[in-house]
């Protein structure tokens, strides 16, 4: 007989007999459910091997141009540019915060330009340069204009968003190098600051502007 039916059988004959107490037959009825149950788990298929991983998520080796070099990095057909960058390359300036391209933490330049990083598939961009904020330092590690006008602004407070406005401020000034305070305002606008330092990155910007070091429009890629 199967373990499954004299299981069975027992809890039967318990329920059956008059003078069972209470006690035990709710010990049968637990024993019995352990013993189904560790049954079913091993006699249960074992689930079958997938070929080659769920479909479309396979990695594949592509070589990106990051702050003047080339680097090759296996990367997933729906993966982002800020996950390569964080992740995978290490370059941790590049901050997450909503990853829906609303706060602008994970700005980073691309051909100059500012984009949102967490909604740009990083296979969309092979062969274009792409710059983060560590690839704004100087040769001999000197900040960039705009980094050094933004602490004398005191415009980082916690600082979490601090790289993403750095990089629309840059890519700004590289398109712009004179902009209004309104042309500042209006290209700043897509870099959220919860600390409310608005005013201070956007005094920061102009400040870089005023400089009118041609620093302050180029990026060096040390």
Not at 49 to 73: E, H, M
Not at 158 to 183: I, K, S, Y
Request: charged share 20%.
């Amino acid at each position: 007989m199967s373990e499954r039916p004299r299981e069975f059988a027992r809890l039967a004959e318990l329920s059956g007999r008059r003078n069972v107490s209470r006690r035990s037959f709710i010990k049968g009825v637990i024993a019995t459910g352990a013993s189904v149950s560790a049954i079913s788990w091993f006699a249960a298929p074992a689930p079958a091997p997938t070929q080659g991983g769920a479909r479309g998520s396979v990695g594949r080796l592509v070589s990106l141009q990051v702050n003047g070099r080339n680097r090759r990095v296996d990367v997933l057909p729906q993966e982002t540019l800020a996950m390569t960058l964080r992740y995978k390359l290490g370059l941790i300036g590049t901050k997450l915060g909503c990853d829906r391209a609303e706060c602008g933490a994970c700005t980073v330049m691309i051909d100059g330009v500012a984009h949102y990083s967490c909604s740009t598939l990083t296979h969309r961009v092979r062969g274009r340069e792409i710059t983060t904020v560590e690839g704004l330092e100087g040769p001999g590690g000197e900040l960039h204009p705009v980094q050094s006008a933004f602490v004398e602004e005191l415009g980082p407070q916690c600082g979490f968003c601090t790289p993403g406005q750095v990089m629309a401020a840059a890519a700004l000034l590289r398109a712009n190098p004179d902009p209004t305070r309104e042309e500042a305002r209006r290209a700043m606008s897509g870099n959220l600051c919860r600390c409310g330092a608005y005013d201070h990155y956007l005094n920061g910007v102009m400040r870089a502007a005023r400089t009118g070091s041609p620093a302050a429009t180029e990026v060096s890629h040390a």
